[in-house]
């Protein structure tokens, strides 16, 4: 049984970089032919996938977040990380690490709350 659990702080002020991980059981984040994301979803709106990191370790990126938005891994601890830069309080969510690739994904952690606010 695959199990993902987000971690990272709960708020965050404006202008500074969002972090979080997300760390991996019943599962090697390196197989190649599973794929990792980060999705969000702001108060009242859907779910915006952000972007996804490969078993091979290629990345890919929301084309709206691109530019604020990295995806990194630690393979020695089966995790994988999101950095979002330059946050603003539209960047208050939910969010969810889970195993897929947009829009496809069959396991998901149970997702943090991350408020941006000064």
């Known amino acids: 049984q695959v199990q993902l659990q987000e971690s990272g702080p709960g708020l965050v002020k404006p202008s500074q970089t969002l972090s979080l991980t997300c760390t991996v059981s019943?599962?090697?984040?390196?197989?190649?032919?599973?794929?990792w994301s980060w999705i969000r979803q702001p108060p009242g709106k859907g779910l915006e996938w952000m972007g996804t990191?490969?078993?091979?370790?290629?990345?890919y990126y929301s084309s709206s977040l691109k530019s604020r938005t990295s995806i990194s891994r630690d393979t020695s601890k089966n995790q994988f990380t999101l950095q979002l830069n330059s946050v603003t309080p539209e960047d208050t969510a939910v969010y969810y690490c889970?195993?897929?690739?947009?829009?496809?994904?069959?396991?998901w952690g149970q997702g943090t709350q991350v408020t941006v606010s000064s």
């Open positions: 889970a195993r897929g690739g947009n829009p496809i994904y069959d396991y």
């Open positions: 019943g599962g090697s984040i390196t197989t190649n032919y599973y794929y």
């Open positions: 990191i490969a078993g091979s370790g290629s990345t």
